[in-house]
């Protein structure tokens, strides 16, 4: 499907003058996701890497803790005004009679609940948690990445609506980058992608976001088992508590060689720093 942009006609005023143009735009429509044929919930997206999403968002809402556990992933008939199909419906067919969960409050920054009880739910939830070692970035390659992740971002080129999350090794490799009108559509396409590809969890990657570190943003990361996740903005209170408490790495503000480390510093490796080898047990 190449429905992630589209045109439309926008005037633009600049203090030269004016001029009447199309313009490309991000596609933004609603995905209805249904398990074993019962809807869970309607979301917007950007068309586009539906299977990762699901899958990715099916891990976030402890529907499934492993690819395994999907015997498939449809788009339902759905039409629109030409009787063409839309592709917005999408059934996904488990092995075990799953119990629909309604809809957390996980997942939604205005949810009212304390941040106590948020907290204890995603440690209940999560089927990989952390430990306190985990892979060491060194700083000179972290401060690379937003760079490499905008790199990725050929629709946000077009368009400059759309937000990213992409997973990076340790090296700075680039392994997967998804871009969607939503921040936390995007990091369930990553994770959806590594849980198709049998890697979850994902206790050897990172995940870089273009945008803010909601606590729905490290809570997806923490339930994949990520140890690293790095944004270009700021993260919020709750986002940070999660972090402490799950053992998670949380960076914000990465933005050229300037960054804020909010939790986890032992995994990053100062510039001029040497790692520390690790001291024989005694005997």
Known sequence: MSR?????????????????????????????????GQSLTVT???????????????????????????????????????????????????????????????TTGACGLCGRTALD????????????????????????LPDALRAEQSVFDATGGLHAAGLFTPAGEVLCVREDIGRHNAVDKVIGWA?????????DLLLVV?????????????????????????????????????GLTLVGFLRGETMNIYAGEQRILAAGAERAEPQPAPR
């Not at 633009?12 to 596609?27: E, K």
């Not at 952390?130 to 000179?140: F, K, N």
């Not at 909601?214 to 709750?238: C, D, H, R, T, W």
Request: charged content about 20%; aromatic content about 4%.
């Open 4 to 36: 992630v942009t589209a045109r439309r006609r926008m005037r633009r005023i600049t203090p030269t003058g004016q001029i009447t143009r199309p313009d490309s735009l991000a596609v933004e429509e609603p995905l209805e996701i249904r398990v074993n």
């Open 44 to 106: 917007m997206r950007t068309p586009g890497g539906d299977i990762d999403l699901v899958h990715g968002f099916l891990l976030a809402e402890g529907v499934i803790a492993t690819a395994e556990e999907v015997v498939s992933a449809r788009y339902c008939a759905g039409t629109d005004d030409r009787g063409r199909n839309t592709y917005n419906v999408l059934d996904v067919q488990l092995r075990h009679a799953a119990a629909i969960p309604a809809r957390t409050v996980l």
């Open 121 to 144: 739910q995603v440690h209940t939830a999560t089927a990989y948690p952390l430990t306190g070692d985990g892979p060491v970035v060194a700083q000179e390659v972290l401060a690379g």
């Open 195 to 203: 849980l198709l590809q049998r890697r979850v969890p994902l206790h």
């Open 210 to 246: 273009s945008g803010r570190a909601s606590f729905e943003l490290v809570q997806k990361a923490v339930l994949a088992g990520i140890p690293l996740l790095a944004a270009v903005s700021a993260p919020s209170s709750l986002a940070v508590d999660l972090a402490v408490e799950s």
